[in-house]
């Protein structure tokens, strides 16, 4: 039900932000190594189990203890409970029924109120399968670790578009990112129940499902950098504001 116009300007303004990211991070100085060595600690020690805890991301190397399913769905519960989530939700669905109010989700708030509902179902949907289900089904780690500062630009990048295909086990070694493959195939067969306004088949469910991996590699990019975006930028103190303003236009593209 997505029109062409709002998925096109949501697919530029996610592609500006990620050549944007590693080219305006570079201008910025490297950390001094008594820096880089403390960076995988975080500045607070927050509650155990608390969403702070749960969504803390070290670097990669790390020892970490594994994440119980438990701590996975909580995880999962965190990103889509924050209230930022539904604060860019709307905000985007006002923006889009305004830039194409004749879209087949109608005009004023009952279009408003339907492109919301369906956006929040994809963050559902994203958070169940990608976060929760199959990370646990395949004891993996939902989450992306850094590869952090100390390496070189084309190093990082090659490394954050590569997760799609690797991810940590629950130990903290490399394997095959089954969790990514299969929830991004499942988000989107699931998503042909409820998006009825775009093209079905298998063909185009095909071309989705491509399109999906290539934005969850694209958004790796923007998490590898994104300490040192929000310093250039001097937004840390709004940091998670704009990490879910890019996880909702990434999540809305796939």
């Given at each position: 039900?997505?029109?062409?116009?709002?998925?096109l300007?949501?697919?530029?303004?996610?592609?500006?932000?990620?050549?944007?990211?590693?080219?305006?991070?570079?201008?910025?100085?490297?950390?001094?190594?008594?820096?880089?060595?403390?960076?995988?600690?975080?500045?607070?020690?927050?509650?155990?189990?608390?969403?702070a805890?749960?969504?803390?991301?070290?670097?990669?190397?790390?020892?970490?203890?594994?994440?119980?399913?438990?701590?996975?769905?909580?995880?999962?519960?965190?990103?889509?409970?924050?209230?930022?989530?539904?604060?860019?939700?709307?905000?985007?669905?006002?923006?889009?029924?305004?830039?194409?109010?004749?879209?087949?989700?109608?005009?004023?708030?009952?279009?408003?109120?339907?492109?919301?509902?369906?956006?929040?179902?994809?963050?559902?949907?994203?958070?169940?399968?990608?976060?929760?289900?199959?990370?646990?089904?395949?004891?993996?780690?939902?989450?992306?670790?850094?590869?952090?500062?100390?390496?070189?630009?084309?190093?990082?990048?090659?490394?954050?578009?590569?997760?799609?295909?690797?991810?940590?086990?629950?130990?903290?070694?490399?394997?095959?990112?089954?969790?990514?493959?299969?929830?991004?195939?499942?988000?989107?067969?699931?998503?042909?129940?409820?998006?009825?306004?775009?093209?079905?088949?298998?063909?185009?469910?095909?071309?989705?499902?491509?399109?999906?991996?290539?934005?969850?590699?694209?958004?790796?990019?923007?998490?590898?950098?994104?300490?040192?975006?929000?310093?250039?930028?001097?937004?840390?103190?709004?940091?998670?504001?704009?990490?879910?303003?890019?996880?909702?236009i990434?999540?809305?593209?796939?």
């Amino acid at each position: 039900m997505r029109s062409r116009t709002t998925k096109l300007l949501r697919a530029a303004t996610f592609a500006v932000a990620l050549i944007a990211t590693p080219l305006c991070a570079l201008a910025q100085a490297e950390p001094q190594p008594a820096q880089a060595a403390t960076a995988s600690q975080p500045p607070d020690a927050p509650k155990p189990n608390s969403c702070a805890a749960l969504e803390y991301r070290p670097l990669a190397g790390v020892p970490l203890r594994p994440l119980t399913g438990r701590q996975k769905a909580k995880l999962a519960a965190c990103d889509f409970t924050h209230p930022m989530t539904y604060i860019v939700a709307a905000a985007d669905s006002a923006i889009s029924t305004a830039v194409d109010p004749h879209s087949p989700y109608g005009p004023g708030m009952k279009g408003i109120a339907r492109r919301f509902g369906i956006d929040m179902t994809d963050e559902l949907s994203d958070d169940f399968f990608m976060t929760w289900f199959y990370p646990t089904l395949f004891h993996q780690n939902p989450q992306y670790h850094r590869l952090g500062p100390s390496h070189a630009m084309h190093s990082r990048v090659a490394y954050a578009m590569t997760r799609i295909f690797i991810a940590e086990d629950d130990h903290g070694k490399n394997t095959f990112n089954a969790g990514e493959l299969f929830g991004t195939v499942t988000t989107n067969v699931l998503g042909n129940t409820y998006h009825q306004h775009e093209s079905q088949g298998t063909l185009n469910t095909f071309v989705r499902i491509s399109v999906s991996l290539a934005s969850d590699s694209g958004f790796n990019i923007w998490k590898e950098y994104e300490p040192e975006m929000t310093r250039r930028l001097k937004l840390t103190l709004h940091a998670n504001a704009l990490h879910r303003i890019i996880q909702h236009i990434h999540i809305t593209i796939r």
